[in-house]
């Protein structure tokens, strides 16, 4: 392997601890952020997630309350525990974790989460905030993630050619638009990629940054991607491996091995992006129970 390892994991520490020092010093104060997560039914990445999210706030010091409903819930029985946390003083930050079941209209929901408490980012205030560049926009957690790797590694996006694959509205639209923005971590020109692009190998071998998103096991093979660029894997795809003992691996988008050895610095899966993901999820809760306290 050539490439650099752009290790999220440590990064995400990095981040953690300095969330964490700011909670301390509110604390002084009596101000403790809170983070609820909401979880429908029992999809078991899910599951793992929501385990996640809680205990990383635990370890920052900030409050979190799970809460759990059965797969059977309605979306009236949803939209009520929304509107209670939407009323909570001691939340400052909620979601819901996605895929809901089929009985839930999504967009509703997320409608209804209070724009000044979404900390996903994914209310139609917050993506346009986002897009005009408004400061007090929460953005999303995961291109958020990857845009503080690229800055905290050195790795500059000004001018550069940076190529998404993938338009999802949790990863690809909002990451073209953190790259795009005037200031640190943009001012980079972007092509973003999907399912209908023409000659997708094409245009991804002239991208000085490539980010993908897919949700296909190691589909950019090493022949895809232009010697020395950075490559950042979104992907986090569950593999069947009869040599595991959970009977899965996890694999990215990215076919590592091949493409590590082109590539100039290049995420992992696990440990690259996903880490970066919780720790930006509780510095926009940290941002949303500041920006209360400024109104
Ligand atoms: P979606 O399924 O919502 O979107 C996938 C996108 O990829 C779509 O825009 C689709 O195009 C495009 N696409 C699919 N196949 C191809 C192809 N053959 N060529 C070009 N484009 C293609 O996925 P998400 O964005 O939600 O997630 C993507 C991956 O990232 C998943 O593996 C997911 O698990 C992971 N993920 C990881 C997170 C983390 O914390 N690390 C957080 C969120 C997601 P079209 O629009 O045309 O259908």
Known sequence: MTARLLDGAALGREI????????????????????????????PASQVYVRSKGKACGEAGMHSETIR???TASEGELLAVIDRLNADPAIH??????????QINSEKVLRRIDPAKDVDGFHPVNVGKLVLGDPTAFRPATPYGVQQMLVRS?????????VIVGRSTIVGRPMANLLMQDGPGGNATVTVCHSRSRDLP??????????????????????????????????????DDAASPRGYRLAGDVAFAEVAE??????????GVGPMTIAMLLRNTLQAMEQADAR
């Open 69 to 71: 409903l059965p797969a």
């Open 154 to 162: 050195g790795i500059e996006t000004k001018g550069a050619h940076a």
């Open 93 to 102: 930050g909620m979601l819901v974790q996605l895929p809901l079941p089929r």
């Open 16 to 43: 953690r601890a300095e969330v964490a020092d700011r909670v301390r010093e509110l604390a002084g104060s009596g101000r403790v952020p809170g983070l609820a997560v909401v979880l429908v039914g029992e999809d």
């Open 262 to 271: 082109r590539a100039s610095a290049i995420t992992p899966v696990p440990g």
């Open 202 to 239: 094409g245009i991804t071998r002239t991208a000085d940054i490539l980010i993908v998103a897919i949700g296909k096991p190691e589909f950019v093979t090493g022949d895809m991607v232009q010697p020395g660029a950075v490559v950042v894997d979104v992907g986090i795809n569950r593999v």
